[in-house]
Protein backbone atom coordinates (compact mmCIF):
# COMPACT_ATOMS: atom_id res chain seq x y z
CA UNK A 1 0.00 0.00 0.00
CA UNK A 2 1.30 3.69 -0.90
CA UNK A 3 1.75 6.32 1.73
CA UNK A 4 -0.99 7.82 -0.13
CA UNK A 5 -3.41 5.51 0.56
CA UNK A 6 -2.49 5.12 3.95
CA UNK A 7 -3.14 8.41 4.27
CA UNK A 8 1.24 9.46 4.77
CA UNK A 9 1.39 13.17 2.85
CA UNK A 10 4.98 14.34 2.59
CA UNK A 11 5.85 17.09 4.85
CA UNK A 12 7.62 20.16 3.53
CA UNK A 13 10.89 19.99 5.02
CA UNK A 14 12.74 21.52 7.70
CA UNK A 15 15.61 24.21 8.50
CA UNK A 16 18.31 22.96 10.77
CA UNK A 17 21.86 24.74 12.73
CA UNK A 18 24.08 24.47 9.43
CA UNK A 19 21.72 22.50 7.00
CA UNK A 20 18.61 22.27 5.58
CA UNK A 21 16.24 19.25 4.62
CA UNK A 22 13.76 19.54 1.80
CA UNK A 23 12.14 17.50 -1.13
CA UNK A 24 14.98 16.32 -3.64
CA UNK A 25 14.31 17.75 -6.91
CA UNK A 26 15.73 16.90 -10.77
CA UNK A 27 16.52 20.58 -10.74
CA UNK A 28 19.05 19.22 -7.59
CA UNK A 29 20.69 17.50 -10.32
CA UNK A 30 24.42 19.05 -10.92
CA UNK A 31 24.55 19.11 -6.69
CA UNK A 32 23.36 15.68 -6.70
CA UNK A 33 25.69 14.11 -8.99
CA UNK A 34 28.63 16.73 -7.51
CA UNK A 35 27.64 14.75 -4.22
CA UNK A 36 27.27 11.38 -5.41
CA UNK A 37 30.46 11.10 -6.95
CA UNK A 38 32.39 12.94 -4.01
CA UNK A 39 30.88 9.69 -1.76
CA UNK A 40 30.95 7.42 -4.71
CA UNK A 41 32.86 4.40 -3.18
CA UNK A 42 30.64 4.62 0.12
CA UNK A 43 27.68 4.75 -1.79
CA UNK A 44 28.78 1.77 -3.66
CA UNK A 45 28.65 -0.36 -0.10
CA UNK A 46 25.32 1.93 0.81
CA UNK A 47 23.75 0.80 -2.24
CA UNK A 48 22.22 -3.26 -2.24
CA UNK A 49 21.08 -3.41 -5.92
CA UNK A 50 22.85 -2.96 -8.06
CA UNK A 51 26.22 -0.93 -6.99
CA UNK A 52 26.07 2.22 -7.42
CA UNK A 53 27.06 4.81 -9.23
CA UNK A 54 29.28 3.60 -11.25
CA UNK A 55 32.56 5.33 -12.26
CA UNK A 56 31.41 6.53 -15.26
CA UNK A 57 28.11 7.25 -13.91
CA UNK A 58 26.97 10.63 -15.73
CA UNK A 59 24.38 14.04 -14.36
CA UNK A 60 22.42 12.34 -17.57
CA UNK A 61 22.17 9.38 -15.85
CA UNK A 62 21.29 10.67 -12.37
CA UNK A 63 18.47 13.07 -13.59
CA UNK A 64 16.68 10.10 -14.84
CA UNK A 65 17.00 8.71 -11.33
CA UNK A 66 15.47 11.83 -10.05
CA UNK A 67 12.90 12.20 -12.32
CA UNK A 68 11.65 8.86 -11.51
CA UNK A 69 12.30 9.71 -7.28
CA UNK A 70 10.11 12.82 -8.32
CA UNK A 71 7.04 10.98 -9.96
CA UNK A 72 7.28 8.39 -7.33
CA UNK A 73 7.02 11.85 -4.71
CA UNK A 74 4.16 13.35 -6.32
CA UNK A 75 2.12 9.66 -6.58
CA UNK A 76 2.87 8.90 -2.87
CA UNK A 77 4.21 5.71 -3.21
CA UNK A 78 7.81 6.91 -2.03
CA UNK A 79 9.15 10.45 -0.61
CA UNK A 80 12.79 11.72 -1.12
CA UNK A 81 14.65 14.14 0.16
CA UNK A 82 17.58 16.53 0.26
CA UNK A 83 20.16 17.14 2.86
CA UNK A 84 21.22 20.41 1.54
CA UNK A 85 24.14 23.52 2.71
CA UNK A 86 21.79 26.70 4.39
CA UNK A 87 21.69 28.69 1.04
CA UNK A 88 20.57 24.99 -1.00
CA UNK A 89 23.38 25.55 -3.44
CA UNK A 90 25.25 21.85 -2.60
CA UNK A 91 23.70 18.88 -1.70
CA UNK A 92 25.44 17.20 1.39
CA UNK A 93 23.03 13.64 1.20
CA UNK A 94 19.63 12.19 0.83
CA UNK A 95 16.93 10.48 2.94
CA UNK A 96 14.39 8.08 1.79
CA UNK A 97 11.10 6.89 3.00
CA UNK A 98 9.34 3.99 2.14
CA UNK A 99 6.23 1.90 2.99
CA UNK A 100 6.97 -1.58 5.09
CA UNK A 101 5.04 -3.15 2.48
CA UNK A 102 7.17 -1.25 0.03
CA UNK A 103 7.10 -4.03 -3.17
CA UNK A 104 11.24 -4.27 -2.61
CA UNK A 105 9.91 -5.49 0.47
CA UNK A 106 7.95 -8.85 -1.49
CA UNK A 107 10.62 -11.70 -0.40
CA UNK A 108 12.55 -11.20 1.88
CA UNK A 109 14.07 -13.51 4.92
CA UNK A 110 13.48 -11.81 7.95
CA UNK A 111 15.45 -12.55 11.02
CA UNK A 112 13.06 -10.33 13.85
CA UNK A 113 15.16 -9.11 17.80
CA UNK A 114 12.13 -7.81 19.41
CA UNK A 115 8.93 -9.49 17.68
CA UNK A 116 9.08 -6.72 15.02
CA UNK A 117 9.10 -7.18 11.04
CA UNK A 118 8.37 -5.13 7.77
CA UNK A 119 4.83 -5.69 7.80
CA UNK A 120 4.50 -3.83 11.04
CA UNK A 121 6.31 -0.54 10.43
CA UNK A 122 4.48 2.46 8.03
CA UNK A 123 7.98 3.55 7.02
CA UNK A 124 11.57 2.69 6.73
CA UNK A 125 14.11 5.43 6.08
CA UNK A 126 17.62 4.99 4.67
CA UNK A 127 19.79 7.83 4.48
CA UNK A 128 23.18 9.00 3.56
CA UNK A 129 25.46 11.96 3.85
CA UNK A 130 29.00 12.93 2.62
CA UNK A 131 31.72 10.99 3.92
CA UNK A 132 33.63 14.29 3.87
CA UNK A 133 31.13 15.28 6.98
CA UNK A 134 31.76 12.73 8.98
CA UNK A 135 35.08 13.92 10.68
CA UNK A 136 32.48 16.53 12.21
CA UNK A 137 29.73 14.35 13.07
CA UNK A 138 27.24 15.92 10.82
CA UNK A 139 26.45 12.21 9.97
CA UNK A 140 24.82 11.61 13.33
CA UNK A 141 23.03 15.56 13.62
CA UNK A 142 21.18 14.39 10.50
CA UNK A 143 19.89 11.53 11.41
CA UNK A 144 19.36 12.76 14.95
CA UNK A 145 16.94 15.52 13.66
CA UNK A 146 15.58 13.69 11.02
CA UNK A 147 14.42 11.12 14.00
CA UNK A 148 12.94 14.33 15.74
CA UNK A 149 11.31 15.17 12.59
CA UNK A 150 9.75 11.90 11.36
CA UNK A 151 8.05 11.41 14.92
CA UNK A 152 6.70 14.90 15.81
CA UNK A 153 5.93 16.28 11.92
CA UNK A 154 4.50 13.25 10.27
CA UNK A 155 1.45 11.26 10.55
CA UNK A 156 3.48 7.97 10.49
CA UNK A 157 3.32 5.11 13.28
CA UNK A 158 6.72 3.49 14.00
CA UNK A 159 9.22 3.60 11.11
CA UNK A 160 12.99 2.40 11.18
CA UNK A 161 15.73 3.02 10.18
CA UNK A 162 17.83 1.20 7.76
CA UNK A 163 21.40 0.25 7.14
CA UNK A 164 23.28 -2.87 6.07
CA UNK A 165 25.48 -4.89 7.75
CA UNK A 166 28.43 -3.77 5.66
CA UNK A 167 28.46 -0.14 6.96
CA UNK A 168 30.36 0.07 10.43
CA UNK A 169 30.44 3.79 10.42
CA UNK A 170 26.40 3.89 9.66
CA UNK A 171 25.81 1.61 12.01
CA UNK A 172 28.05 3.01 14.89
CA UNK A 173 25.89 6.21 14.45
CA UNK A 174 22.81 4.93 14.36
CA UNK A 175 23.69 2.79 17.58
CA UNK A 176 25.17 6.52 19.21
CA UNK A 177 21.65 7.94 19.48
CA UNK A 178 20.10 4.62 21.30
CA UNK A 179 18.03 3.57 18.07
CA UNK A 180 17.36 -0.67 19.32
CA UNK A 181 18.15 -2.77 16.58
CA UNK A 182 14.40 -4.36 15.55
CA UNK A 183 15.32 -6.73 12.86
CA UNK A 184 17.41 -7.89 9.95
CA UNK A 185 16.17 -8.64 6.55
CA UNK A 186 17.73 -10.12 3.64
CA UNK A 187 16.33 -10.21 -0.29
CA UNK A 188 18.03 -12.52 -2.63
CA UNK A 189 19.07 -9.81 -4.79
CA UNK A 190 21.20 -8.31 -2.16
CA UNK A 191 24.38 -8.36 -1.46
CA UNK A 192 24.77 -7.58 2.55
CA UNK A 193 21.97 -8.08 5.29
CA UNK A 194 19.96 -4.70 6.22
CA UNK A 195 19.53 -3.97 9.93
CA UNK A 196 16.56 -2.18 10.98
CA UNK A 197 16.66 0.14 14.31
CA UNK A 198 13.89 1.53 15.48
CA UNK A 199 13.85 4.69 17.82
Known amino acids: MTFRA ?21 SDVEADHRAVM ?34 RHDDGVRYTFAVMTPDEAEVLGCVYLLPGDDPIYGAVSVTSH ?16 GVATWPDGFERTVLEAVVRW ?11 VVTNEALDHQIATIESLGLRRAFDFRRDRDLSTSQAYAP
Do not use: C, K
Open 114 to 129: DGTTLGDVDATVSFWV
Open 150 to 160: LRDDWSLGPFV
Open 38 to 71: ASREFLYHWEQEPPWPAEDFTVAEDLVDLERMAT
Open 6 to 26: RGIEPQDGFHADGFVVRRLLP
